[in-house]
């Protein structure tokens, strides 16, 4: 009666004779021999409901006791157990309707829970993924930026470029820096005064190179030395060699006025060649640098 009434109002019914064979159809196994006695059947409901909320895949299964008067003891068992609700028989269709709906739509909602539980975890996973890989692009630009500009490291990091410190041959124009005079001045100055020195050139060079895109491949106390086409391939490198260079020269004219008036005899001398060189990374472990090597030009063009 009760299996035509809920196949009336549209759900898809199966019966069992007790707890334990209508697990083997909620888990889809070949029904068991089921055994005779009168004490079996209050005792399978037990069992069933008891399974059914310990088991981890059926716990959300919302259960609905319908009983008689006289079973009211194994009702509190079942509902202590963890069913959802209880009929008396015999039951109200429309009563039974409702208690069914209901339980039905408490299981959706905690489906959606679940559901949004489950999304929420998965989120926070992908977060702590995309804080770990921004972490990693974050260190890794910020060793890049030792030796490129800010533009051609986020390029490489982002995957735009090829690995700049494994080795290869390229053709490139390169521009040296030198202060004149230095090491003289170096013997006879105070290291404070020496210091100051290099602490006015640098960022003022510094500044020169990012605007023209250049890479700074070696610092070297009074000399730079700067070049293009890698690790990144540019338009015209050599013209922009020569820009950064006449940019320097000003830059720097307006510093060696000021060293003169100190009394620091310095001077600047730029040099500009291209050719192919092997770059790559020079070091050990723990300590790497960018480094290019080419033979040296015969008579590389300089500017003062």
Not at 192 to 219: A, D, N, W
């Amino acid at each position: 009666m009760l299996g035509r009434r809920l196949e009336r109002d549209g759900h898809r019914v199966q019966l069992a004779a007790g707890g334990r064979e209508a697990l083997d159809l909620i888990h889809g196994r070949p029904r068991r021999s089921r055994a005779a006695g009168r004490h079996d059947a209050r005792y399978e409901r037990l069992r069933g409901v008891a399974a059914t909320q310990g088991d981890c895949g059926l716990a959300d299964i919302p259960v609905l006791m319908i009983s008689a008067v006289d079973e009211v003891e194994s009702v509190v068992r079942c509902i202590e157990l963890g069913a959802e609700d209880y009929l008396p028989k015999p039951f109200d269709p429309v009563l039974l309707r409702a208690r069914i709906g209901a339980c039905l739509e408490k299981k959706r909602l905690r489906d959606r829970e679940a559901q949004h539980l489950r999304s929420l975890a998965e989120w926070s996973r992908t977060l702590e993924q995309r804080v770990a890989d921004q972490w990693r692009w974050s260190n890794g630009l910020a060793e890049l930026k030792r030796f490129f500009s800010p533009q051609l490291a986020e390029l490489i990091v982002a995957g735009g470029a090829d690995d700049p410190l494994k080795t290869h041959r390229r053709e490139v124009t390169v521009c040296f820096l030198d202060l004149c005079g230095f090491t003289a001045f170096a013997e006879t100055a105070e290291p404070e005064e020496v210091m100051g020195v290099l602490r006015s050139i640098t960022p003022e060079m510094g500044k020169v190179i990012l605007e023209h895109e250049g890479t700074l491949e070696r610092f070297n106390g009074d000399g730079m030395m700067i070049f293009f086409n890698d690790p990144v391939p540019v338009p015209n490198p050599g013209e922009r060699a020569v820009r950064m260079a006449l940019a320097m020269r000003e830059r720097v004219a307006t510093l060696i006025g000021k060293w003169r008036k100190l009394g620091y005899d310095l001077d600047r001398s730029i040099g500009i060649a291209q050719g192919y060189a092997t770059i790559g990374a020079i070091g050990f472990e723990g300590r790497w640098d960018y480094g290019a090597i080419a033979q040296s030009p015969t008579s590389p063009p300089s500017m003062r």
